[in-house]
């Protein structure tokens, strides 16, 4: 019982992110076999798993018939359900100088920094953090639930949800635009760096960390577990595959779809997202197919 204690006093990291940055991550029985050594190797504090392990130095593993029923439990009971009845929760901490527009609504033991700005029908749920000097334009939703499912064929409903523990975080600076959805992690902290901008329009999934003085244009979607670097832009449309990394200043151009991880310093072009430079250069001899194909038959 201390270590289910202490896996959300630390959040849980899932287990399908980057291992090295990893403090706890679940293991589901649907995984792999082949991804038990991994997990045991890897900076995890505590397992869940379905078969008798050796535990390694400093791991806490508990062994269950069914990880994922034990998962829920855990989150159901160090995050129980608790009813909103006002618009903004008693356990809420409003720091100085924030305004609040009338329709904003704010959950359970959120904290919000000082000097914010949070604009009509907004919707910050509970335990999310958002801190100085942040600006959250009207109707996005901060802390919504992870779209993340235990998939089992073998019964009615085929997918069971998997119930989100985690958090949003905010850092200082940030500047969200309207109609934004920041979905809350499933075992760890959502997290937007300091200084970022985020246009109107976007959906950023669970678990995904981005660093600091990033730029998001209109209606970009960015999966779940994905690590964006500092400095990144993505313009308007870009799509973000899941867990995946995006490197330190890389620009993303605008409809790209990224479904694989890119080197930072680099501009990207095209679905997949390739190196700007070539992409262009193929856009131009795709255009002289109509001329080259003219030649070939005279």
Known sequence: MVALQRIVDRPLREFRATFTRNQCFLLHKFFHPKYYDTCLRSAASYIIINKAVEVPPGKAVLVVEQPFEAYLKIVRHFRPFEPATKMISDSAVIGQGTYLYPGVFVGHHVTIGQNCLIHPNVTILEHCIIGDNVIIQAGTVIGSDAFYYNNKKDREVW??????????????????????????????????????????????????????????????GIAGAVEIGNGVILWGQVGVSKTLSIGDNAVVMAKSGVPSSLEGGKAYLGIPAEDAGQKKREFVWVKRIPELWKKVMS
């Open 159 to 220: 997918y069971r949800k998997m119930e989100s523990c985690g958090r949003v975080v905010i850092e200082d600076y940030v500047e969200i635009g309207a109609g934004c959805t920041i979905d809350r992690g499933v075992s760890h902290d959502t997290r937007i760096g300091k200084g970022s901008k985020l246009d109107n329009m976007i959906h950023i999934g669970h678990d995904t960390v981005t660093g600091k003085n990033c730029l998001f244009a209109a209606q970009v």
